[in-house]
Nanobody
Framework: QVQLVESGGGLVQAGGSLRLSCAAS????????MSWYRQSPGKERELVAY????????NYGDSVKGRFTISRDNAKNTVYLQMNNLKPEDTAVYYC????????????WGQGTQVTVSS
């Protein structure tokens, strides 16, 4: 059974930091690229950060570059999102996404974790 379980969300003041985690199980984590997306009310889901299966390449959405860092630990089947200098506009539900780099049609989503940044 495939599972992606996000944790680490919560309420933080502007300028603060949070670290999100996504624990994966039920598939071969090390051959999947991992991403974090977010969605706030009335807006489309947007890509926040992406990391390849081996961790050698990362990409970020323009709004988070220089503030967020994605990383992964393939030994622990976990991907992280370190979020620094948070802004109220970062408030959203953050979702973990896995996409196979062998068979790109294999895509999994987590349930999401709420991040709220107060001004």
């Amino acid at each position: 059974q495939v599972q992606l379980v996000e944790s680490g969300g919560g309420l933080v003041q502007a300028g603060g930091s949070l670290r999100l985690s996504c624990a994966a199980s039920g598939f071969t984590f090390s051959v999947y690229a991992m991403s974090w997306y977010r969605q706030s009310p009335g807006k489309e889901r947007e890509l926040v950060a992406y990391i390849t299966s081996g961790g050698g390449t990362t990409n970020y959405g323009d709004s988070v570059k220089g503030r967020f860092t994605i990383s992964r630990d393939n030994a622990k089947n976990t991907v992280y999102l370190q979020m620094n200098n948070l802004k109220p506009e970062d408030t959203a539900v953050y979702y973990c996404n896995a996409r196979s780099q062998i068979s790109s049609y294999l895509v999994y989503w987590g349930q999401g974790t709420q991040v709220t940044v107060s001004s």
